[in-house]
């Protein structure tokens, strides 16, 4: 058996090699290409797209990109992803649309829709459509859909006492119905406490635990599922431009994984 042949029989040939060799190449040109844009136009892209309401920001946008991109204990994209968002902060209302769109074909890609309403300076309530382009995006058939309809109640302290708490649970999703059809209704429940060490990195430390089974959540019964560590760091690239750079380890117990994953804030 020739060489030639040997490949075939993987599924495999010399052209696609070749093709999937320069689609890398193209890949890494693109991150670099991007990364060089946003250092250069940081400056002139936020003027535009900020306007100011009685001195708060009516609109904001950034962009990150990661290595890859872990949601709450769950892998969504093992492969380097583009994160761009953009927001309009009326009052005490926010509302944002955020898509994750990997580097290569064939990984999860989503598009979200989030809505909150500011409380108090601490509470906050909200809801976060999240949309995974698996059916059309106008498809809400209770078993069909791609929408996954999230309510959530926040609460981030003051830095005297920074600690963070979220419960959050899927009201709406094709991932969270029981056999005959019916909701879990999954609750997340997540603790947070963030601050600064003396030379300047921000450093967070987080345990997430849903208390059910959850198809959602892939777990069959109560069980933490994103145990957390995440530390950034700022570097000043120019007199007007920083860039942050986080690197953050979540841990799943529920299903025996640990991940490792850095991101970049471009702007």
Excluded at 173 to 189: A, E, I
Excluded at 241 to 262: D, G, M, Q, R, W
């Amino acid at each position: 058996m020739n060489y030639n042949t040997l490949l075939v029989r993987k599924g495999i040939t010399l052209f696609d090699g070749l093709s999937k060799l320069r689609f890398k190449v193209r890949q890494i040109f693109l991150m670099i290409c991007i990364s060089m844009m946003s250092v250069i136009t940081c400056d002139r892209l936020n003027a535009q797209s900020v306007s100011e309401d009685n001195g708060k920001k009516l609109f904001d946008m950034s962009v990150d990109m990661g290595s890859g991109f872990v949601w709450r204990g769950q892998v969504l994209n093992r492969a380097p992803v583009v994160q761009p968002s953009i927001a309009f902060m009326p009052g005490k209302f926010l509302i944002e649309i955020w898509a994750s769109t990997p580097f290569v074909q064939g990984e999860n890609q989503e598009f979200d829709i989030f809505a909150s309403y500011q409380l108090t300076p601490s509470f906050s309530i909200g809801i976060t459509d999240y949309y995974s382009y698996h059916q059309p995006y106008f498809n809400y058939k209770k078993e069909k859909t791609d929408h996954s309809f999230d309510v959530f109640l926040a609460y981030e302290g003051s830095d005297n006492f920074p600690l963070k708490a979220l419960v959050s649970t899927i009201i709406a999703s094709d991932d969270d119905l029981k056999d005959d059809l019916k909701r879990h209704y999954s609750t997340y429940l997540e603790l947070g406490y963030e601050n600064t060490t003396k030379n300047g990195i921000d450093w967070e430390i987080s345990a997430g635990f849903v208390p059910m089974k959850s198809d959602f959540y892939e777990i069959n019964g109560a069980n933490f599922i994103n145990l957390g560590l995440e530390v950034t760091k700022t570097f000043e690239i120019t007199t007007t431009y920083s860039l942050p750079l986080s690197i953050k380890l979540s841990v799943n117990p529920a299903s025996e994984t640990v991940f490792l994953t850095a991101a970049v804030t471009l702007f």
